[in-house]
């Protein structure tokens, strides 16, 4: 999960996942929403140094910033508070990693369907559970 972060960065034009603006830079996403994101990236941490056990949930409700963004700081390893929250597999709740730890010995098990699972996940994985 850490590799995608170390790998060596090259200045490039990118599209910014976010906004959809090209940019010349090393992140996915541009100056502008990266500092909007560094922002809401505060007002998380701040919330779950008070609310250490808080759902991913409630610290969008109370904080703002929306539920997916606090996932993805969750599974980049950046918050480092204990967040619950669902395995992306059955649901249960987890606070580490995409799945619970029965979903990732199942998905170790069998890696073609993990392969098969990851790409119907790629359209809306929240609608099957
Ligand atoms: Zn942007
Ligand atoms: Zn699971």
Known sequence: M????????????RTCEQC???????RKICDACFAKEEQEF????DYLR?????QAKEV???TGVEVAHVMKWVKEGRLIAR???ACERCGATIHGGRYC????????RDLQKTKAALLR??????SKR
């Open 20 to 26: 959809g603006k090209v940019f010349l830079g090393v």
């Open 121 to 126: 996940s790629n359209d809306g994985y929240y």
């Open 2 to 13: 850490f590799s995608v972060a170390v790998r060596a960065v090259t200045a490039s034009f």
């Open 42 to 45: 505060e007002l998380v941490s």
């Open 83 to 85: 967040i619950n929250y």
């Open 60 to 62: 969008s409700d109370e």
């Open 101 to 108: 730890a029965e979903c990732t010995a199942e998905l170790g």
């Open 50 to 54: 008070d609310h250490p056990n808080a």
